[in-house]
């Protein structure tokens, strides 16, 4: 496709569920970032990926957390036994540069709701 | 520990008038800044970048950013703005670390630009 993809758009969860985020970014793009972004907050930070290797985690909240990129393509972001407080947008980024900050590219997020 | 801070919440200005949107960073080396704009249900998009040389740089959509090292600032400016810039607004600085020397960005907690006709 033409830019970051991201699946579902919109995710309702009962507390205790799990869920899982897809992430398809731009064909040939090295680098996937997750992020993290609470209501009335600024995007933070939860990991990285350089193809299919999982280089930075440092970012995951929880160990609940759990994400992976198995081809170097699409990325899945698992969170496992949700809480309220996972209620957030998750945004997906890609770059085709590898471990530099490139021009990065984001999806529009999926909107998690846990109830 | 690095962080950026975006003192205003929200700004309203009058279509047509000028604009600036503040941003001060605290890094320990020479940053690298972004601004990016988020209108709703959209992902974030770059407007523009500093990495080095000069002061002035010049983004999409008629934006303009110029980074201060004296005082920690890179605000974002528009001369004249439209009814389609109402959006959100994120300034972020580049960070190195970790085993990896993994470049994350990190994140003001955002301005919301609202335009009046």
């Known amino acids: 496709g033409a830019g970051v993809s991201q699946s579902p758009r919109y995710k309702v969860a009962k507390r205790g569920q799990d869920v899982a985020l897809r992430c398809d970014p731009i064909s040939g793009h090295v680098s996937l970032f997750w992020y993290q972004q609470a209501l009335g907050q600024g995007p933070e930070f939860l990991t990285y990926f350089q193809n299919e290797a999982q280089l930075d985690k440092s970012g995951l909240p929880s160990d609940r957390f759990f994400a992976e990129r198995p081809e170097g393509s699409v990325s899945t972001l698992k969170i496992q036994r949700t809480q309220q407080e996972d209620s957030a947008v998750y945004l997906c980024?890609?770059?085709?540069?590898?471990?530099?900050?490139?021009?990065?590219?984001f999806g529009s997020g999926t909107q998690l709701s846990v109830l | 520990a690095q962080s950026v801070t975006q003192p205003d919440i929200h700004i309203t200005v009058s279509e047509g008038a000028s604009l600036e949107l503040r941003c001060n960073y605290s890094?320990?080396?020479?940053?690298?800044l972004f601004w990016y704009v988020q209108s709703p249900g959209q992902g974030l998009q770059l407007l523009l970048k500093?990495?080095?040389?000069?002061?002035l740089v010049q983004g999409i959509k008629g934006f303009e950013a110029e980074f201060k090292r004296s005082q920690s600032s890179f605000n974002l400016r528009k001369p004249s703005v439209h009814w389609s810039d109402a959006a959100e607004y994120f300034c972020a600085v580049g960070s190195w670390g970790g085993s990896s020397n993994t470049g994350k960005l990190i994140f003001g907690q955002g301005t919301t630009l609202q335009v009046k006709p």
């Open positions: 890094y320990g080396a020479t940053p690298y």
């Open positions: 980024a890609s770059s085709w540069t590898g471990g530099r900050i490139g021009k990065l590219f």
């Open positions: 500093y990495f080095s040389g000069d002061t």
